[in-house]
């Protein structure tokens, strides 16, 4: 059939014939040459048997983990044990077996404390399929914005379409507090960022069979879908939850008598309950899918200083890197990383804060130094950090 002189477009995806290399036409069908190449990965990700090799105990984990990352050794020892254990279960179930539970996390903790860095490190040091989700994009399906099942097709994607793999993987949605129910007002109108997002989560992140679009987007009654089976995905959820503490003081001193009530409040040594976070806002089914809390620490001025210069490819690695390609020797003194790292403390963000100020004390001499020549080392001191000198330039002789 000549279709050449035809304004058609692929049936699945609905791309104009102008947009793809090739499009075959059947009975009142066509489709495209990138739709047939997508459907034969599906085709045969349905015959591969994806397993997740688990070859490092708890312990190795952990270790690898703190070559790579400063701090937080409970959380680290809470995701090396709950990682370890759900992959040692999924290898163990026979063919069409499900999970009967699984320990979804739970993670808080301030900006810049590590969440999501955690999360990556321990999915690369596995080699488990691994994606971030943003749960401010997340809208109730029927409503403008992001549905949840769009997660599932950026994992789907993640994997090469191989559905095997991707029912096997992990799943971190950030900023899981950002979705809470508003509080003092019980649901006069439908809150389509807030609880409704959470509803539209709970079943995938207990499991369920959902129905995803091959090309993601909103859903279609006329469209193919591809099923997944979440009941394998871990999920790790991930906020800062700011004004829990003080959601938790209020616990505690209703449940303190006496003197005691007045005792001073600390925080670090609290733990988060389920009643703490539906105060602040999360419905108890949501919490129920979670059942392992870890509360992140904040980072101090020693902390901070060791993540400059501590971990595998640490900050000052890569810039060291960066100027290495200009042949030339990039050097920190001792005075100069303290003092980045007791401003990063200062801006109370964290990490975060640690590039951010290291691009700012060398973003002009990035600038220029790559039209310069007989350059040999740079030196970054104390004064360069707050600005009262500029970088020390080193020239061959």
């Known amino acids: 059939m000549n279709i050449s002189n035809l304004n058609i477009s692929c049936s699945f995806c609905e791309k104009k014939q102008n947009d793809v290399d090739k499009i075959i036409a059947g009975n009142k069908v066509y489709i495209c040459n990138k739709c047939i190449n997508l459907f034969k990965k599906i085709l045969n990700s349905h015959s591969n048997k994806e397993k997740i090799k688990i070859t490092l105990k708890p312990i190795d984990i952990k270790k ?6 400063i701090g937080q050794k409970n959380t680290k020892k809470i995701l090396s044990v709950t990682i370890y254990n759900h992959y040692k279960l999924i290898n163990k179930l026979k063919k069409k077996q499900k999970l009967e539970y699984k320990n979804n996390i739970l993670l808080i903790g301030p900006t810049g404390s590590g969440k999501t860095l955690l999360a990556k490190t321990i999915s690369k040091i596995m080699d488990i399929p691994f994606i971030i989700a943003d749960a401010t994009t997340l809208t109730e399906a029927g409503y403008v914005g992001e549905d949840v099942e769009n997660i599932l097709y950026r994992l789907l994607l993640k994997c090469d379409f191989n559905i095997k793999k991707a029912e096997n993987g992990i799943i971190f949605i950030d900023e899981i507090d950002k979705i809470s129910r508003k509080r003092n007002n019980p649901s006069i109108t439908r809150d389509v960022s807030g609880e409704g997002v959470q509803q539209s989560l ?4 207990e499991g369920t069979i959902s129905h995803v679009l091959p090309q993601g987007g909103r859903k279609h009654p006329h469209k193919e879908f591809i099923q997944i089976d979440t009941s394998n995905i871990l999920f790790i959820c991930s906020g800062t939850f700011d004004g829990i503490n003080k959601i938790i003081k209020n616990r505690i001193n209703h449940s303190q008598i006496g003197f ?6 600390k925080s670090k040594n609290t733990e988060i309950k389920t009643e703490d976070l539906i105060e602040f806002g999360l419905i108890p089914e949501f919490i129920g899918r979670l059942q392992i809390f870890s509360k992140l620490k904040k980072l101090n001025k020693k902390d901070l200083f060791k993540i400059l210069i501590k971990p595998k490819n640490s900050i000052i690695d890569q810039y060291k890197f960066l100027f290495k390609l200009e042949n030339i020797k990039l050097t920190f003194k001792k005075k100069a990383l303290k003092k980045i790292a007791d401003k990063a403390f200062k801006k109370q963000i964290g990490a975060r804060g640690l590039k951010n100020i290291l691009e700012n004390i060398l973003i002009d001499t990035m ?8 350059i040999k080392e740079i030196i970054i001191d104390k004064s360069v950090v707050s600005k009262k000198t500029k970088p020390i330039i080193i020239k061959n002789t």
Do not use: A, E, R, V
């Open 202 to 205: 709970l079943k995938i992140i």
């Open 260 to 265: 005691i009530k007045n005792k001073k409040f």
């Open 64 to 69: 690898k983990l703190d070559s790579y990352i």
């Open 367 to 374: 600038y220029k130094i790559p039209s310069q020549k007989n």
